[in-house]
């Protein structure tokens, strides 16, 4: 059974990636909008190629979590989300590279705190609020690395501890915390 803390986690993601509300169901549109508008934010600073892996990383990400499916509801989305083992599937895996590839804007290899500040203010969060919370997810390190990154996003999705720095890792809290 999935904890309140946890389920307020995955339906967060339900509402960055699909602009779903809990209790609604989402459809592919609704999904495939969300990330040709993080696209459209990209193609300012990335090539054309670039934003092309994103894009079917992401397809894949949809074609996993939905089993192929044009909608999900909010109980089936938190059910897909929680596996209850600890190693990641392999869609999961691709959601957590393609959001760390989407943050390294400038390639590098590393998420530094102004990639990170930049790209979700972009997506309509405070500077201040993802400023804050790039410290905590970082634990004061100037920046992240994809390994890193990997052990923050599984601490974003398994973890009940509401203090874990991977909690951060979306950029607001603000919903669940
Ligand atoms: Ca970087």
Redesign the pocket.
Known sequence: MVSEFRKKKILYLFKIMCNAESNSTAEKKDYDASVAYILNILRKEKNSKFLKDIEEGAAMVWEGLSSGRDKINAEEWINVWDTGKSELLEWQKMHCKVNFLM??????????EE?FVRFHVALGMSAEVTKGAFQKMSQGKP?VTWEDFERLYKEYLQSEDKIAPGNYVFGSTKLFM
């Open positions: 943050q390294d804007l400038a390639g590098d290899g590393v998420v530094d990639e920046k």
